[in-house]
C-alpha cells in the first residue's frame, strides 16, 4: 500500500520539470536580454538601429564606470578579507571555547544573521556622520564586515565542532604552538566552508546597494549605485544600462562558474558535519 502511495521517479520528474524551466526562463533570459541589448546603437533614428560595442566604448572610456568598479572590486576584496579571516577565529573560539559571555555573543552573531539591513540604515547613517566616517575610502567596508560576519561565524563554528579534538591534541604534544595548530592544521581543514563562506560574501558585498547609496559620495560610488545614474527623471539610456548591468555581472558569473562546485561541497559539508 506504501508503495503504491509513492510516486515514481518518473511522475516526480515530470512535476519538477516546469518548475525547473520557468526558473531557468526567469535567470538566464534576462542576461541574454541584457547582453544582446547592451550591443544596441540608435543612429539617426529610432528606425535605425546597429550592433557593436560603441556603449562598452563609451562607458569604459568616456564615463567614471572604470572607478566605479575599482571601488567595487577594493571594497569586496578588503571584506572578504576580515570576513573570512574574522569568521574562522571567532567561529573557532566560540566553538572550541567555553568562557564568560560566549553564550551571549553567539546570540548576537544569531541576531545579526535575522537584523534587517533598512530597519538600520537610519541610525547607521547618523553615527558615520557625526564620528565622520561618511564618504571615506573604507566607509563601506565597515557594514559589509558587520554583516558578513554573522554567517562566516555560524558556518565555521559547526564546521569546527566536526573536526575531533585530538588533531589538536596531538599536535600540542608535537610541540607545535597554538596559533601554528590553528593556521597550518585548523584552517586547511576548514577551507571547504570558508570558500562557501567568501563566494557567498562577495555576491553579498558586490550587488549591495543601500549602504552604497547613502554612506558614501560619487568618488567612492559602486557600480550598483553607478547604474542609476544613467536614468533620469524623464529619460533613460536603457543600451547604456544594460551596458553597466553586464560589465557589473561578468565578475558574478565568473566567480560562479569558476567556483560553484565549492559552494555545494561546502554547503553540503557544512549541513552535514555541521
Not at 525547473?20 to 547592451?38: E, K, L, R
Not at 533614428?45 to 572610456?61: C, D, Q, S
Not at 596531538?170 to 566552508?193: H, K, N, V, Y
Request: aromatic share 16%; hydrophobic share 50%.
Amino acid at each position: 500500500m506504501k508503495n503504491a502511495l509513492r510516486p515514481s521517479k518518473k511522475t516526480f520528474l515530470l512535476y519538477l520539470l516546469p518548475v525547473t524551466v520557468i526558473y531557468c526562463f526567469t535567470v538566464i533570459v534576462p542576461i541574454f536580454y541584457s547582453v544582446f541589448y547592451s550591443l544596441f546603437q540608435w543612429k539617426g533614428g529610432p528606425k535605425k538601429i546597429f550592433i557593436g560595442l560603441e556603449n562598452y566604448v563609451r562607458l569604459l572610456g568616456d564615463s567614471d564606470m572604470p572607478k566605479y568598479l575599482l571601488n567595487s572590486l577594493r571594497t569586496t576584496g578588503i571584506s572578504l578579507v576580515f570576513i573570512v579571516l574574522g569568521g574562522f577565529v571567532i567561529g573557532y573560539f566560540l566553538a572550541r571555547f567555553r568562557f564568560r559571555g560566549s553564550k551571549l555573543l553567539s546570540l548576537l552573531y544569531t541576531i545579526g544573521l535575522l537584523l534587517p539591513i533598512h530597519a538600520i540604515i537610519v541610525p547607521m547613517y547618523i553615527q558615520f556622520n557625526q564620528f565622520g566616517l561618511t564618504n571615506q575610502w573604507y566607509t563601506l567596508i565597515i557594514p559589509y564586515v558587520a554583516f558578513g560576519l554573522p554567517i562566516g561565524v555560524f558556518l565555521t563554528s559547526s564546521y569546527v565542532r566536526s573536526i575531533p579534538k585530538e588533531m589538536e591534541e596531538a599536535a600540542a604534544l608535537d610541540g607545535c604552538s597554538f596559533s601554528r595548530t590553528l593556521f597550518q592544521i585548523i584552517l586547511p581543514m576548514c577551507r571547504p566552508i570558508l570558500t562557501t563562506v567568501a563566494i557567498i560574501q562577495f555576491f553579498t558585498c558586490w550587488n549591495e546597494f543601500v549602504f552604497a547609496l547613502i554612506l558614501v559620495n560619487d568618488a567612492y560610488m559602486t557600480i550598483p549605485v553607478g547604474m542609476t545614474l544613467f536614468k533620469g527623471q524623464f529619460t533613460a539610456e536603457y543600451p547604456v544600462m544594460m551596458t553597466t548591468m553586464v560589465l557589473g555581472m561578468l565578475p558574478a558569473l565568473i566567480i560562479y562558474f569558476a567556483f560553484s562546485k565549492h559552494i555545494i561541497n561546502g554547503m553540503v559539508a557544512g549541513a552535514v558535519k555541521g
